[in-house]
């Protein structure tokens, strides 16, 4: 594999880190790799639900190239190292396979541990008539072992209460929580509104989102971020065997982590190179991590009631009417 180096200043200390982008296929790829050589694996695998890059098949079918892939992907991580697997549904005429419960075995035969399965909720989406319309993905965190990095301290949130005290026991009147913030939990609302208005391709706000490309399902280099930033130390390893455009590959190098990307499409792998070059001049756009959600005001145009609907009873209700 040809590594280039990425080069950037960062608190005013130069950085050198080195990245690849292979163009191929995830499992020829990966058979070249040497055992225990990556520190974190962060994916979203392809869902077999008919997208440009994907032929729909069985879902046995499926699984099973998944299972070869996956069975790879675990010789290469560390012993200290983790993957982390985000998936959404599998959808066949009409009925849902929750992908997570179809890979958890995988992994598990394979000898991994689930430490977490987050959920990633999203405000808006497609909307289902005939069962619940879905807002949330996952994200299951697997290790190799017991001994494994989790920095904590890196990924916490602001507390909702920091100043909180005992009211009892021995610390009583002491401050409760911790000033660093609180951990952000298993589900994950960081990324709303208008990210999600682009993975389900809702019209008029495409190209809104800073991060968008012709990618018609990237995943946020935010959501990565925190994997990346508790999961590995700087200048770990981290990999993404279906890279897409390259979001994995941008949140580790933005974070001092080397990277490889896998990408069988060459069209992704050339945007990924772009967007690498991108970050290393300064002029990548993200939407930082930790960013405040839009909410709209309730003068907003688009948050009032339409004339047209004021009259169903609905939203009389809803004014106590
Ligand atoms: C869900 S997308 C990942 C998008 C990525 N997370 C991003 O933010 O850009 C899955 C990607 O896997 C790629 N892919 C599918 N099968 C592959 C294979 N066997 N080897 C390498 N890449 C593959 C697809 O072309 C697609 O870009």
Same mark, same amino acid.
């Given at each position: 594999?040809?590594?280039?180096?990425?080069?950037?200043?960062?608190?005013?200390?130069?950085?050198?880190?080195?990245?690849?982008?292979?163009?191929?296929?995830?499992?020829?790829?990966?058979?070249?790799?040497?055992?225990?050589?990556?520190?974190?694996?962060?994916?979203?695998?392809? !869902?077999?639900?008919?997208?440009? !890059?994907?032929?729909?098949?069985?879902?046995?079918?499926?699984?099973?190239?998944?299972?070869?892939?996956?069975?790879?992907?675990?010789?290469?991580?560390?012993?200290?190292?983790?993957?982390?697997?985000?998936?959404?549904?599998?959808?066949?005429?009409?009925?849902?396979?929750?992908?997570?419960?179809?890979?958890?075995?995988?992994?598990?035969?394979?000898?991994?541990?689930?430490?977490?399965?987050?959920?990633?909720?999203?405000?808006?989406?497609?909307?289902?008539?005939?069962?619940?319309?879905?807002?949330?993905?996952?994200?299951?965190?697997?290790?190799?072992?017991?001994? !494994?990095?989790?920095?904590?301290?890196?990924?916490?949130?602001?507390?909702?209460?920091?100043?909180?005290?005992?009211?009892?026991?021995?610390?009583?009147?002491?401050?409760?929580?911790?000033?660093?913030?609180?951990?952000?939990?298993?589900?994950?609302?960081?990324?709303?509104?208008?990210?999600?208005?682009?993975?389900?391709?809702?019209?008029?706000?495409?190209?809104?989102?800073?991060?968008?490309?012709?990618?018609?399902?990237?995943?946020?280099?935010?959501?990565?971020?925190?994997?990346?930033?508790?999961?590995?130390?700087?200048?770990?390893?981290?990999?993404?065997?279906?890279?897409?455009?390259?979001?994995?590959?941008?949140?580790?190098?933005?974070?001092?982590?080397?990277?490889?990307?896998?990408?069988?499409?060459?069209?992704?792998?050339?945007?990924?190179?772009?967007?690498?070059?991108?970050?290393?001049?300064?002029?990548?756009?993200?939407?930082?991590?930790?960013?405040?959600?839009?909410?709209?005001?309730?003068?907003?145009?688009?948050?009032?009631?339409?004339?047209?609907?004021?009259?169903?009873?609905?939203?009389?209700?809803?004014?106590?009417?």
């Amino acid at each position: 594999m040809r590594f280039q180096t990425y080069e950037s200043t960062c608190d005013f200390e130069p950085v050198k880190l080195s990245y690849a982008i292979a163009n191929g296929d995830a499992l020829e790829v990966l058979s070249g790799m040497e055992h225990k050589s990556i520190d974190l694996i962060v994916t979203s695998p392809p !869902y077999n639900i008919g997208k440009s !890059y994907e032929v729909k098949t069985s879902i046995e079918s499926y699984l099973s190239t998944q299972e070869e892939i996956i069975s790879q992907l675990v010789r290469v991580l560390s012993n200290t190292g983790s993957i982390c697997w985000e998936v959404g549904n599998y959808v066949d005429k009409g009925e849902v396979f929750p992908l997570d419960v179809f890979y958890y075995p995988i992994f598990k035969k394979l000898g991994l541990q689930l430490r977490n399965r987050i959920v990633w909720r999203f405000g808006h989406g497609l909307h289902a008539s005939n069962r619940f319309s879905g807002r949330y993905e996952t994200i299951l965190c697997f290790t190799k072992s017991n001994e !494994y990095t989790f920095n904590l301290d890196d990924v916490r949130v602001p507390a909702k209460y920091p100043g909180k005290r005992h009211f009892k026991g021995p610390n009583k009147g002491q401050l409760s929580g911790n000033p660093l913030g609180k951990n952000p939990s298993d589900i994950w609302t960081t990324i709303q509104e208008d990210w999600d208005s682009e993975i389900w391709d809702i019209p008029n706000v495409k190209s809104n989102h800073p991060e968008k490309t012709i990618h018609p399902c990237q995943f946020p280099i935010e959501l990565v971020e925190r994997c990346i930033l508790a999961l590995t130390n700087e200048n770990d390893w981290v990999l993404d065997p279906f890279a897409g455009v390259g979001s994995t590959i941008l949140a580790a190098l933005k974070n001092r982590r080397n990277a490889i990307g896998i990408e069988k499409e060459e069209d992704y792998c050339r945007i990924t190179a772009e967007r690498v070059k991108a970050l290393e001049n300064g002029c990548l756009k993200t939407r930082p991590i930790g960013q405040a959600i839009h909410v709209p005001s309730a003068n907003d145009k688009v948050a009032s009631v339409p004339k047209d609907w004021e009259n169903l009873s609905i939203f009389g209700e809803r004014r106590g009417e």
